[in-house]
């Protein structure tokens, strides 16, 4: 199995640019979670999606942000528009089963630099 | 507010000694407690957990140890490696979701 999938690794855009961060989960996972982390706050989880149904999105900072699950094998996280405080590492994380008992696969990341 | 706390940024170990990662936690609705490992450049892995039943699990060098009345959890290294150098998460869960510290990053040198 290849694990997780993110794309892009690295992303560099300007003030005001959309962002769209991409996620392929782990095959026959059913829960999908889009985590940010950053020194200040560390690692914060942002949406989950349990068989491609967003279950808590709290963790969204702002309108900005949007998340999306059109099928059990893709996932984008959307920043429109994208603002310097935006810059963090994004990581997307697929398991299987009870979310909060089971291990949760983390992908490589993405990390987001907005000049 | 954060409610699972690292208080320590870092830990410098030697070799071979044992290392120690402590984390606290405020929610008493927690029940289920994790530990990831992070290395540069990639996503944290899973590395051992333990239940609120249970005050001790192990896994070969790695031992996590639960008080809950004080709520407080402990990994344990024992010997530790140089590739055991990383960041090191601990998360909670109540329910359905984690929640994680900030992290410890541990430098094991030879």
């Known amino acids: 199995d290849a694990g997780v999938i993110q794309s892009p690794r690295h992303e560099v855009t300007e003030m005001g640019q959309e962002v769209t961060l991409r996620c392929k989960p782990i095959?026959?996972?059913?829960?999908l979670f889009w985590y940010r982390q950053t020194m200040m706050r560390g690692l914060e989880l942002l949406i989950y999606f349990n068989n491609n149904v967003p279950i808590d999105d709290s963790g969204m900072p702002e309108d900005r942000f949007s998340a999306k699950m059109p099928n059990a094998s893709f996932s984008t996280l959307k920043i429109q528009p994208s603002e310097p405080r935006d810059s963090a590492v994004y990581f997307c994380?697929?398991?299987?089963?009870?979310?909060?008992?089971?291990?949760?696969?983390f992908g490589p990341g993405t990390r987001l630099t907005v000049t | 507010d954060q409610q699972v706390k690292q208080n320590s940024p870092s830990l410098s170990v030697q070799e071979g000694r044992i290392s120690i990662l402590n984390c606290d936690y405020t929610n008493s609705m927690f029940d289920y407690f994790l530990w990831y490992k992070k290395y540069p450049a990639e996503g944290p892995t899973f590395l051992i957990s333990i239940s609120s039943i249970k005050d001790k699990n192990e896994d070969g060098r790695f031992t996590v140890f639960l008080n809950k009345s004080a709520k407080h959890l402990s990994l344990h290294i024992v010997p530790s490696q140089p590739g055991d150098s990383a960041v090191y998460f601990c998360a909670a869960s109540a329910h359905s979701t984690l929640t994680f510290g900030k992290g410890t990053m541990l430098l094991v040198s030879p």
């Open positions: 994380a697929s398991s299987l089963g009870t979310s909060g008992r089971g291990e949760q696969y």
């Open positions: 095959s026959g996972h059913d829960y």
